[in-house]
C-alpha cells in the first residue's frame, strides 16, 4: 500500500488547465507501464492514458490533443497534463502502474477533477 501517491486534481472552469502527478516507489516505476484511468459518477472505470517505460503513449480518443501523459524516470513520477479541460472530463482521476511480468495493477488513491460549465 502506498505505492502510489497522486497529487494535483481540483475545480477549473471550462477550458481551464489542470496538471496531475503521481509518484511511485522506484521498484514498481522502473518496470511498470504507468497510467491514468477516470471514473465519474455512474460511469464505469476508463482508461484515459498510458506511457510504458521506454515513452510511447496511448491515449483515450476522448483526451487526445488536450491531455499529454509524461514520466519522469529520474524522479519516479508520471504527470498528466490536461488542457480545453471540458465538464465531461469531471471524474475522479487515478494514477496505475501495471506489472506486465506478474499481470498486477497498483492504484492510487483517486483524485477530483472537477471542470465547471
Known amino acids: 500500500q502506498g505505492q502510489l501517491v497522486e497529487s494535483g486534481g481540483g475545480l477549473v472552469q471550462t477550458g481551464g488547465s489542470l496538471r496531475l502527478s503521481c509518484a511511485a516507489s522506484p521498484s514498481i516505476f522502473s518496470i511498470a507501464i504507468m497510467g491514468w484511468y477516470r471514473q465519474a459518477p455512474g460511469k464505469q472505470r476508463e482508461l484515459v492514458a498510458t506511457?510504458?517505460?521506454?515513452?510511447?503513449?496511448n491515449y483515450a480518443d476522448s483526451v487526445k490533443g488536450r491531455f499529454t501523459i509524461s514520466r519522469d524516470n529520474a524522479k519516479n513520477t508520471v504527470s498528466l497534463q490536461m488542457n480545453s479541460l471540458k465538464p465531461e472530463d469531471t471524474a475522479v482521476y487515478s494514477c496505475n502502474a501495471y506489472l506486465t511480468a506478474i499481470y498486477r495493477h497498483y492504484w492510487g488513491q483517486g483524485t477530483q477533477v472537477t471542470v465547471s460549465s
Open positions: 506511457i510504458t517505460t521506454i515513452g510511447h503513449t
